[in-house]
């Protein structure tokens, strides 16, 4: 059956695309243009209350009934766990790939976010944001490439979802300040990830939608108090 997939071409959006891809599910994406609010709808609420993408509708979930999920990181576990495919079957495998997913939803995610939000779209330049974040984006490379210098991939040898959850967020490299030459490891891998077939076409879902978002609506739908409004 066709899972539904709300969904926007953001780091997070990219994170199921790929999955979805990866596995060969049957899906069927509607767009949620963050721009123009169309988080903040009631319908898109009803699935994801923290009106954030990416969400999924699974009419054939565990129970054979429907399965609405918001987070990209549970929506990854869960459809790891509907295919039995990118999370280790081992037990220590699949806490190994487990914490590096963790890492990404807690440190890579959210600071690499902050230092692109606060070196690219802020509406003024603020020195100690731009040093923290970038110093903190630079701090989390470094743990990224020692781990591949150790490890293939970052659950080990095979391909995870804590790479597809990882990837996305390094795509942006250049506006968190980074040179990808000083991590040859990361380099490597995300080259390696880059040529995937499978990654290629899941960037490309919505991606003729995807616009620069510079007009007032937009920055104040995602930066401004509309996003603080309680719903």
């Known amino acids: 059956m066709t899972i539904d997939l709300y969904s926007w071409p953001t780091p997070n959006g990219h994170k199921i695309h790929i999955m979805l891809e990866e596995c060969e599910l049957p899906y069927l994406v509607h767009a949620v243009d ?56 081992d037990e220590r495998g699949k806490f190994v790939a487990l914490q590096w997913l963790m890492f990404q939803m807690g440190h890579v995610g959210p600071m690499l976010g902050q230092a692109h939000h606060f070196r690219r779209y802020a509406p003024e330049q603020i020195e100690y944001a731009i040093n923290r974040y970038t110093n903190e984006a630079r701090r989390l490379y470094a743990v990224m490439d020692k781990r591949l210098a150790q490890a293939h991939f970052f659950a080990g040898a095979g391909y995870s979802i804590a790479d ?29 990830i880059s040529s995937r077939p499978a990654v290629q076409r899941g960037l490309k879902v919505l991606e003729s939608q995807r616009r620069v978002l510079t007009d007032q609506k937009a920055r104040e739908n995602l930066f401004g108090a509309t996003q603080y409004q309680r719903r």
């Open 34 to 89: 963050i721009g123009a609010g169309e988080q903040f709808s009631s319908k898109f609420l009803a699935i994801s209350p923290n009106n954030k993408i990416p969400a999924i509708v699974d009419p054939d979930g565990p129970d054979g009934r429907p399965l609405s999920l918001f987070e990209s990181g549970a929506i990854l576990i869960y459809l790891a766990g509907k295919t039995g495919r990118f999370l280790p079957a």
């Open 164 to 192: 597809m959850a990882i990837y996305p967020w390094t795509r942006s490299h250049a506006g968190q300040g980074i040179d990808l030459e000083a991590y040859p490891h990361v380099k490597r891998w995300y080259e390696e």
